[in-house]
């Protein structure tokens, strides 16, 4: 084990909420059960409960960080998913979105010695195309964070590209279906969709949010985070960055009438109005000591 990097509860449509998934920062993945907390046990042809054996159900998805998680119903191209446990959508920072169907994961007795755990779907993020051409421009990018629009069969995939652009991932076929790209200057740290699947946001390291229409792939809103936090302004550096004030976090509501942000050294967090396109409130955190 390493660092944990990222966490995913399966919903109660998939996988009847029992699973909990964490990622590492060394590519690693294992899930857990989530009302026990005890490590995934396997007997005969279904999810047993765990008993008291020492095995860990974990394996390799990535190479590098397993940035981010996310659970939905359908899986990549070919695979079926049977109902019993659902599938598992990660990304990581080698650039790779993989699908794996967590009924298969399970019954590999021995992941990585006695059997082999395969994902269903393997997308490489820079090696997808837009219109004849490749994108992102960065050959090295990765995923940093991912949001699912479940319904819509789509995931949305912030990546560590400079030109801050964001990949949105058919997640049955694993082919590009739209760009959001633009309207950032910097790689992106999070990104988020609002329940009705309308808005998309990213946040960046340029120390913005942008709210995004899902179904023209076109930017609507941007709010600046450290304004709104009324910290000083810094110049950005080279790579686009806003020194002191990148946006590390972002969140919708349900309803995609409302976005929270925070980021950069000022301990807070902003809310706007997607409505009246203004901030509505801030609220300090206490930072720990």
Known sequence: YSSVCSAAFSPASVAR???VAAGDGGGGVTLFEAALGAEVEVEGDGVDEPSASPCVRSFRAHRGACAALAWVAVGGAGAVDRGRSGTLLSGGADGRLRSWVVEEVVEVETPGAGGEVRASMEVDICALTDRGRHWPSQASAGITAMAVDE???KCYLATSSTSGAAAVVDVTSGKLAAALEGAHSAPLQDVAVSGDARIVATASKDGTVVLWDARTARAEQRFDVAAAASAPLRAADSTGCSKGRFASC???????????AGGGAVPCVTVWSTVARSATARVATTAAP
Do not use: M, P, T, Y
């Open 250 to 260: 972002v969140a919708l509501s349900e309803d995609g009438r409302w976005v929270v």
């Open 151 to 153: 319904q819509g069969g």
């Open 17 to 19: 909420g029992r699973f």
